[in-house]
């Protein structure tokens, strides 16, 4: 990964799951208490929601610009609030396909860190990426650890090795 993505990664910050969506759970679980928000991009994953509300998050969506289902940033920002904990993104997005660009996870990312600032605690951005291995048209991936401190990857082979 380090190779791949010019990430600065180590083993000790590594976990192995039983694929992504066990990696979610448990992350939900291990950073969320009760009344604590999670921002989701629609449409999304339907599973998310129960994901979340399992782990006694609330469960925040954040609507996308429309026609091109990117992240409205300006939406993101009236959403975040002293209860935000996370915020999950999944690119290349389950059901839309779009895959955020460097961009706006940089313009993302500085939204969070003056977010974390402004409400003095440690907001989230966890990546959903059980699809960031299926890239068209020469796509770059925008490794969200590169961007951005508080960063939590979620990864399964299922889709890039044809496992599910």
């Known amino acids: 990964m380090n190779k791949k993505y010019n990430s600065n990664?180590?083993?000790?910050?590594?976990?192995?799951?039983?694929g992504a969506a066990a990696s979610?759970?448990?992350?939900f679980n291990a950073l969320l208490n009760k009344g604590d928000e999670v921002i989701v991009f629609t449409p999304c994953f339907p599973e998310y929601k129960v994901y979340i509300e399992s782990a006694n998050g609330i469960f925040v969506a954040s609507k996308p610009k429309i026609p091109s289902f990117d992240m409205d940033l300006d939406d993101v920002a009236n959403l975040i609030n002293k209860n935000t904990k996370i915020v999950l993104i999944n690119s290349p997005n389950n059901p839309t396909g779009v895959m955020y660009s460097e961009e706006t996870i940089i313009s993302l990312s500085k939204l969070l860190k003056k977010k974390e600032e402004e409400y003095n605690h440690p907001i989230f951005l966890v990546s959903d990426e059980p699809y960031r291995e299926l890239l068209f048209d020469n796509q770059k991936y925008p490794f969200v650890t590169n961007y951005y401190k508080n960063s939590i990857i979620c990864y399964s082979f299922s889709k890039s090795l044809s496992l599910p």
């Open 9 to 18: 990664l180590n083993g000790e910050i590594i976990y192995l799951t039983c």
């Open 24 to 27: 979610l759970a448990i992350t």
